[in-house]
């Protein structure tokens, strides 16, 4: 059989909002890295950054100027509350 060729894929237009969210998450995972010292810890932090702008409704998300800063704002804030949680 002769292998079906590889369709190209084409350029989605994205949302701009969604582009900047996109391009933060190594700067994000970065930086919780040096605040949690943890690869796994640094990732849950993003993933619930991530998680808290998906469930805000969209008009907040409209009415913020700056994504990217709205995002290192809240990990930070997750960063710091993930380190003052009790271990077990």
Not at 27 to 35: F, S
Not at 51 to 58: A, C, I, K, S
């Amino acid at each position: 059989m002769v292998p079906e060729p590889r369709r190209s894929l084409r350029p989605v237009a994205l949302p701009n909002a969604f582009c900047a969210i996109v391009a933060e998450r190594r700067l994000l995972k970065d930086l919780a890295y040096r605040l949690l010292g943890s690869g796994g810890a640094a990732e849950h932090a993003v993933r619930l950054t991530y998680v808290r702008w998906y469930t805000m409704p969209q008009q907040e998300q409209d009415g913020i100027d700056s994504p990217a800063a709205w995002l290192v704002g809240t990990l930070v804030r997750i960063c710091v509350d993930l380190l003052e949680t009790p271990k077990l």
